[in-house]
């Protein structure tokens, strides 16, 4: 198992090693054959003399932090993994949350694949190799036991940063989460990842999906190190509580998001629910069906839809063909948005988030799988290669129905304005799961306080 930030740098300040050597070790990560299509660039010099220059007692130490391609870097273009911003001139000066993260003794050693204007919970990208997923906790690419290694799909759309977490490349990957893009590559690599309250966190330089939902966050390798990103990031200090699992009362909703739980994830969170129960934490199943309403809410495509047409219009009309054919048909359906229904939506989700905050009224947070299934082959859902039609049809509509599942259970927190952690749940030799654990706006901090407690409760053999 790579150690995580805290312990890493606790090893720098006692002298047990030093930031030059972690900077060699993660370049070495960074060049593997597992860790390079995780980067669609990379400055190891930069890097190493951040490192050089940086102190033990910084925050992080001048350890090394992925940035994924949709924040601007000073210095360097930020494209979000396109082609039709690959020309556009570098950034002037750093996004907000690449200068929190400089501030506190970052080395940023590259810029991470994603998938293309953050517009999937998949991970694939035509234009760029798709990293496979890396099951942190094994240490090894996420395989059935016993079996050769399948390469399976990262989860989107902060695919990169995940991977480069996983394979110990980078201690924090920077990416953002609108439905689901920081989580659902947590659960699917085995890591740990943390989506704010929106507000909390800056979204200056970022280039924007949905101005509603977008939130800037990151991945980690355990729960302490996500506190302390998000303490970064937000430029906050997050209030720790003693109170022990017992004290806590957690909601298990059944409308929606346990429905079609894929065998291995359906055990795992039984598995995972049993663990918190025997620790003390009072579990209880509630129906909360304010959730089955979601599905009509954003049956026109919804906030992401409109608002990333509304950015996207124009390069739409002038470079179309040069866009992820996945992607453009998505930010399509903006188009057909009035500004009226738009209004309707925005005044239906406060009703609606008022309902839900309501029913969990006396609960913690509740408790769900982050997604359904376990990670596909990246075959299965390869991008068209327009050599066999009837293919290219069949893998676009994998596509679409794995997507839609990916984002079903995540995508809920985003709508809820609320916060949510993924857990890994899964044991050593099982694919990769994730345990969601959430809860409306500004809960953050107890949400991170039940992570530290459940954490170690998931990962007992």
């Not at 913690?364 to 290669?385: F, K, N």
């Amino acid at each position: 198992m790579i150690p995580d930030l805290i312990a890493t740098r606790l090893a720098l300040r006692s002298g047990r090693s030093d930031a030059a050597a972690e900077m060699a070790r993660a370049i070495e990560a960074a060049e593997s054959a597992a860790g390079a299509p995780a980067f669609l660039s990379t400055d190891f010099d930069a890097a190493r003399r951040a490192a050089a220059a940086s102190e033990p007692q910084q925050p992080l130490a001048g350890l090394a932090v992925s940035v994924k391609d949709l924040f601007d870097v000073a210095g360097q273009t930020t494209a979000a993994g396109s082609i039709v911003l690959a020309g556009a001139p570098a950034a002037t000066e750093d996004s907000a949350a690449v200068a929190r993260l400089r501030a506190a003794g970052a080395a940023l050693i590259g810029r991470t694949h994603m998938v293309e204007f953050a517009f999937s919970g998949v991970g694939t990208n035509p234009h760029f190799p798709t990293p496979a997923a890396w099951d942190a906790l094994a240490g090894a690419p996420a395989a059935e036991a016993g079996q050769a290694p399948v390469p399976r799909i990262p989860g989107g759309s902060s695919s990169g940063a995940a991977v480069s977490v996983a394979t110990g490349a980078a201690f924090v990957g920077l990416g953002s989460d609108t439905g689901g893009s920081i989580r659902i590559p947590a659960a699917l690599n085995g890591l740990v990842g943390f989506k704010s309250t929106a507000r909390l966190v800056p979204t200056d330089g970022a280039l924007p999906l949905s101005t509603t939902l977008d939130t800037v966050c990151a991945l980690t390798r355990s729960v302490r190190d996500a506190l302390l990103a998000h303490e970064i990031l937000a430029a906050r200090r997050v209030t720790r509580s003693p109170v022990p699992l017992s004290g806590y009362r957690l909601a298990v909703p059944q409308t929606t998001m346990l429905d079609g739980l894929e065998s291995g994830v359906a055990q795992a969170f039984e598995r995972a629910l049993q663990r918190l129960r025997d620790a003390g934490a009072q579990v209880v199943d509630i129906p909360l069906p304010e959730l089955g309403e979601l599905a009509a809410l954003q049956a026109g495509g919804g906030f992401t839809a409109a608002e990333s047409y509304a950015w996207h219009r124009s390069l739409l009309a002038s470079r179309g063909k040069d866009y992820d054919p996945r992607v453009a048909s998505r930010i399509q359906r903006g188009a057909a948005m009035l500004a009226c229904d738009y209004l309707d939506l925005q005044r239906l989700r406060r009703q609606w988030i008022g309902r839900v905050e309501q029913a969990l009224q006396g609960f913690d947070a509740a408790l769900s799988p982050t997604i359904s299934l376990v990670a596909p082959p990246i075959a299965e859902l390869a991008p068209a290669d327009g050599r066999d039609p009837a293919q290219d049809a069949a893998r676009d509509e994998a596509f679409f129905r794995v997507n839609a599942l990916l984002l079903r259970n995540t995508s809920v927190v985003n709508l809820l304005d609320g916060c949510a952690i993924s857990l890994p749940m899964h044991l050593p030799g099982e694919l990769p799961t994730g345990l969601m654990l959430w809860q409306g706006a500004l809960r953050d901090d107890t949400l991170l306080n039940l992570a530290l407690l459940a954490e170690p409760e998931l990962q007992k053999p």
